[in-house]
C-alpha cells in the first residue's frame, strides 16, 4: 500500500531560520504530490502542488518544493520563516491513475519562536 | 473561508446515538470526500464521491454511513459508535477527481 512518511513530528525555529520539512512516498509509478497547512485554529489549505513540469514548484507565501523523483521525496522548503507560519504541515500524494485519492503523511507541527 | 461548510461544529452523542454530520461546498464542485483526523494518526480518507457516485470506501466500518443527495452536499449517518470513533471529521470537495481538494473546518466528534 501507499505510504508518506513525515520525519519531522516536530519542529521549532527561530524567525528567519531557514526551513526544511521532508516528505517521502513509497509509490512507484506516476504521482501528483501535496503540501496543505492548517493554521492553529483554520482549516486545511492548499500550500502548493505538483502535477508535472518543473520538479521546482512555487507556493503561497515564499513556501516552495522540490520533487526528487529518484528520492521518492518531495520537501517543502522556505528561506526565512516568520512567527506567522507557525501551522502544522501535510504532505500528501495521490497515484496519477487513481482518482483523487490522496493519502496523507503524518503531518508537521512547526512551532516560529518570534 | 473555502466555501466548504461543515455542520455541526461540535458533537458529543452516546453510544447509542443515531447523528448526521453535514457538508456542503458552495464551489460548484462535483467530487466530495470524507476524511477522520485522529490524534497521532495521519489524515485518513473514508469515502469519495464524485457526480453523487461513491467512487471509493476505504474498508470504514458500516456505523459510518454516507450520503451524497446532491453535487453540493454530503452527509456521514453516525449510529452506534465507539469511542475511538472520536475524531476531528473533515469534508473536502474537488472539482473532479484530477483537481486539488478544498478542505472544510471539520466538526469535532466525542463518543462517550
Known amino acids: 500500500a501507499q505510504s508518506v512518511s513525515q520525519h519531522n513530528h516536530h519542529v521549532i525555529l527561530s524567525e528567519a531560520a531557514s526551513l526544511e520539512l521532508g516528505c517521502n512516498y513509497s509509490y512507484g509509478g506516476t504521482v501528483n504530490l501535496f503540501w496543505y497547512v492548517q493554521y492553529p485554529g483554520q482549516h486545511l489549505q492548499l500550500l502548493l502542488k505538483?502535477?508535472?513540469?518543473?520538479?521546482l514548484v512555487k507556493g503561497i507565501k515564499g513556501f516552495e518544493a522540490e520533487f526528487i523523483k529518484s528520492k521518492f521525496s518531495f520537501n517543502l522548503r522556505k528561506p526565512s520563516v516568520q512567527w506567522s507560519d507557525t501551522a502544522e504541515y501535510f504532505c500528501a500524494v495521490n497515484r496519477d491513475n487513481a482518482g483523487n485519492m490522496l493519502t496523507f503523511g503524518g503531518g508537521t507541527r512547526l512551532m516560529v519562536k518570534p | 473561508e473555502t466555501g466548504v461548510t461543515q455542520t455541526p461544529r461540535h458533537l458529543v452523542m452516546g453510544m447509542t446515538n443515531k447523528k448526521s454530520l453535514k457538508c456542503e461546498q458552495h464551489l460548484g464542485h462535483n467530487a466530495m470526500y470524507w476524511y477522520k483526523q485522529s490524534a497521532k494518526k495521519p489524515l485518513e480518507l473514508m469515502f469519495v464521491y464524485s457526480l453523487e457516485e461513491r467512487v471509493e470506501n476505504n474498508s470504514v466500518p458500516s456505523r459510518f454511513s454516507p450520503e451524497c443527495p446532491n453535487s453540493s452536499h454530503l452527509f456521514l449517518h453516525l449510529h452506534t459508535l465507539q469511542p475511538e470513533d472520536s475524531a476531528l471529521y473533515l469534508c473536502a470537495s474537488s472539482q473532479d477527481l484530477r483537481h486539488e481538494q478544498f478542505f472544510g473546518p471539520g466538526t469535532r466528534l466525542t463518543v462517550l
Open positions: 505538483y502535477f508535472s513540469g518543473d520538479p
